[in-house]
């Protein structure tokens, strides 16, 4: 099992980035995913994620509006999370993860997790 996130990077305040998963070693389809991250100093939390079938995504309070969570099940087994109007505090190491049911907030009940890509919003 190997997810790998791809697409972090700095970018200055108001400005966009487009995060991605690609899985491999699994039935993707199978699993629901989902995006964390962990800010400087702090745990990591929960971004946004999106149930197996890609009908239900469910977002943090501090994500609504502003990120957009898709994933491909049929041709590159790839999650995506388009990042839109990014602020400081979106600094951190995005991650994502896998569960083998349903996306839930705690990241305990994920078993996947990818390295994770660093997201620097700075000017």
């Known amino acids: 099992v190997q997810l790998v996130e791809s697409g972090g990077g700095l970018v200055h305040p108001g400005g966009s980035l487009r995060l991605s998963c690609a899985a491999t070693?699994?039935?993707?389809?199978?699993?629901?995913m989902a995006w964390f991250r962990r800010a400087p100093g702090k745990d990591r939390e929960f971004v946004a994620g999106v149930s197996r079938n890609n009908n239900a995504t469910s977002y943090a309070d501090s994500a609504k509006g502003r990120f957009t969570l898709s994933r491909d099940n049929t041709h590159y087994n790839t999650m995506y999370l388009q990042m839109n109007s990014l602020t400081p505090e979106d600094t951190g190491v995005y991650y994502c993860?896998?569960?083998?049911?349903?996306?839930?907030?705690?990241?305990?009940?994920?078993?996947?997790w990818g390295p994770g890509t660093q997201v620097t919003v700075a000017s």
């Open positions: 070693g699994f039935t993707f389809e199978d699993y629901a």
């Open positions: 993860a896998a569960n083998r049911y349903d996306v839930k907030p705690d990241p305990s009940q994920y078993t996947h």
